[in-house]
């Protein structure tokens, strides 16, 4: 009876344990949240200034001429209409703070036999509640919430990046300073390599391979003339890590959230084993309490 006894008081302290971890955790939820917007204010300066900055240089230094050659109203509307991307790339990235609270787990992607056969237009009510049912709706822990808040974050953080990107290099390509016939599969893929100019952080200046080129007359020699050949891209990429390594106060609060997550991971390794340990002593009281 006495170990009975112990074995609770024991289930009852790792109980209390976890419980003021989960205080602890969301404490620091709260540093979390203050420090990301910091962070994403930081980052928006930054942004706003790195990415006029880059599109300076294309016109400037990789295509003077194409950029002398446009008319002087299309010059402003150009920079007119970078300088409205810049800022709201900064609100953007501002408006990616969300509260902890409202963290969901991202849908999971159902293969495309399961996701055609859900979507069918014949499926009646019940159909729809069992596939409701399909769907778990377990509130998060808050261990659980501030992870997935943290990785959805970082990546709607390289996410608005990308599509800054993009859309200043669309900016370009329609006032004919990039050109038109690089196909946008081929600049994600030289932006996924090491080819940004060391001289020009956020800048894609690199040799690639017009394999994927369109346009050629489909003979063999044609084939192969397009395989050897290299078209020169240049276009904005603004990449995280070289925003932060040219901007130190940007750097000293990605540094102050990668010494949040360090806190975080120690913390989550201790809720974990406590979890562990309660679980175990529930199950060993459970069977002593029916064991006859």
């Not at 990415?51 to 400037?60: G, R, V």
């Amino acid at each position: 009876m006495d170990n009975r006894l112990d074995m609770a008081g024991s289930i009852q302290e790792i109980a209390q344990r976890l419980t003021a971890l989960d205080q602890k955790i969301e404490t620091m939820g709260d540093t979390f949240t203050e420090t990301y917007r910091s962070y994403l204010q930081q980052l928006g300066q930054t942004v706003r200034q790195q990415l006029i900055l880059s599109c300076y240089k294309i016109c400037t230094e990789n295509y003077p001429k194409r950029f002398l050659a446009l008319p002087l109203s299309q010059r402003q509307q150009l920079q007119d209409d970078l300088k409205a991307l810049a800022d709201q790339t900064a609100t953007d990235l501002q408006e990616l703070l969300q509260p902890i609270e409202h963290t969901q787990p991202e849908p999971v992607e159902l293969p495309d036999e399961l996701a055609a056969l859900l979507s069918d237009e014949d499926l009646d009510d019940e159909d729809d509640e069992y596939q409701e049912e399909l769907e778990p709706k377990t509130p998060l822990t808050p261990i659980e919430a501030l992870t997935i808040w943290q990785e959805q974050l970082d990546r709607s953080i390289h996410k608005t990046l990308k599509t800054a990107s993009n859309r200043a290099n669309q900016y370009l390509q329609d006032a004919e300073i990039l050109q038109k016939r690089i196909p946008q599969a081929v600049i994600d893929a030289a932006s996924k390599s090491e080819g940004n100019d060391p001289n020009s952080p956020n800048l894609l200046n690199v040799l690639v391979s017009a394999s994927e080129k369109s346009g050629t007359d489909g003979t063999p020699a044609a084939a192969a003339a397009a395989l050897n050949a290299l078209i020169h891209v240049v276009a904005v990429n603004l990449k995280l890590n070289e925003l932060e390594f040219n901007d130190i106060p940007l750097m000293n609060l990605r540094n102050k959230i990668r010494d949040l997550k360090k806190q975080f991971q120690a913390i989550a390794r201790e809720y974990q084993k406590k979890q562990r340990e309660h679980a175990v002593l529930e199950a060993q009281h459970a069977w002593k309490s029916t064991w006859t």
